[in-house]
């Protein structure tokens, strides 16, 4: 089993920064991750990287996000610059340990125009 902790969402103005971290209860040797859900639509991927470090991000945040892990440490971040409005979800942090996909319980990020 594998817990998920997430911290550092909140309120911020348009264009703004935020950084996310998640911290794992046990070494994660499969991908890293996070998604994110806003009102009314399905959760979806922001960005996600592997333990050698390969990252793959949305069409929507490419340029804007950027995801690093620490293996040794066993979190991974999430920075999030020039944040905009349609930004604004429950920003979940995900794990693969043993073939099964593992979540946080989420944290709030607001942008306000």
């Known amino acids: 089993q594998v817990q998920l902790v997430e911290s550092g969402g909140g309120l911020v103005q348009s264009g703004g920064s935020l950084r996310l971290s998640c911290a794992a209860s046990?070494?994660?040797?499969?991908?890293m991750g996070w998604y994110r859900q806003a009102p009314g639509k399905q959760r979806e991927s922001v960005a996600t990287?592997?333990?050698?470090?390969?990252?793959n991000y949305a069409d929507s945040v490419k340029g804007r996000f950027i995801v690093s892990r620490d293996n040794a440490q066993n979190t991974v971040d999430l920075q999030m610059n020039n944040l905009k409005s349609e930004d604004t979800a429950v920003y979940f942090c995900?794990?693969?340990?043993?073939?099964?996909?593992?979540w946080g319980q989420g944290t709030q990020v607001t942008v306000s125009s």
């Open positions: 046990r070494s994660i040797f499969g991908a």
């Open positions: 990287i592997t333990y050698a470090g390969n990252t």
């Open positions: 995900t794990a693969r340990y043993s073939s099964t996909d593992y």
